[in-house]
């Protein structure tokens, strides 16, 4: 095989054989999946909880008191 | 196939469960096995298929990596050769018709949309591509898609780079020759041997 004939067919290899982005959405996937994101949670507050233990706060001290300024 | 100290370090990592060291070889080395598994099986949905179950098997087995001057991309292509190996032995067991054996595969090439004559081309070549034994394939691929040297090629496919260039020259010759029959055509020398 003569030095044109190789140097035709590179040629027309090299215009058939490029390299091809693959899906965006695939290579993210595929990362998520290999690569699970560690993720920090974040406890959510509860408003009536904080309510209700501040009252039986209260509550305690108060009647903690009491018992002391009836039986001191 | 070069920064293999880079690789050294993340491939350290990795083994030792850090994820996101994996992620980075990940990045670097997607697109490289993509395009072989794509170019080998001509398909985009076994191409990402594939590609899937390269990254996982190497991530289940980067402890048992060991780099005796093989880079980390070799294990790869080589994991990659041995699923796209297997998927034709699945594939030929199943005796499908295989459709994209009849009808022109479609390729994303940028090509513009008035060059149907630089398309027929690229899809008679790429089924005279597919219809060569792995080996020769893998080398076509590894050389014209990823753009390696001789010698990374014989990294990868354990041969010296003078087995490397040598075959590569054969398997030109092969592609020629099968081009030639497709076109009708024949060489000066093949019509003067023919009398």
Partial sequence: ?72 | MNNITDDEDLIRDAAKGDNEAFGKLYEKYVQKIYNYIYYRTGNVNEAEDLTARVFHRSLRHIQNYDNRGVPFSAWLYRIAHNLVANWYRDRSRKKEVILEDHIPSQFHFDFPENALEINQENEKLLFVIRKLPSDRQQLIILKFVDGLSNLEIGVIMRKSEGAIKSLYHRTLDSIRKEVDKMEGTGTKDQKRRKR
């Fill in chain 1, 1 to 72: 095989m003569n030095i044109a004939n190789i140097e035709k067919i590179e040629e027309k290899l090299g215009r058939s054989l490029r390299p091809i982005q693959p899906n965006n959405e695939f290579v993210y996937r595929l990362q998520k999946r290999l690569v699970p994101q560690k993720t920090i949670q974040v406890e959510k507050g509860s408003m009536r909880f904080a309510i209700v233990s501040t009252f039986l706060g209260l509550f305690i001290g108060v009647f903690i008191m009491w018992i002391f300024r009836r039986f001191a």
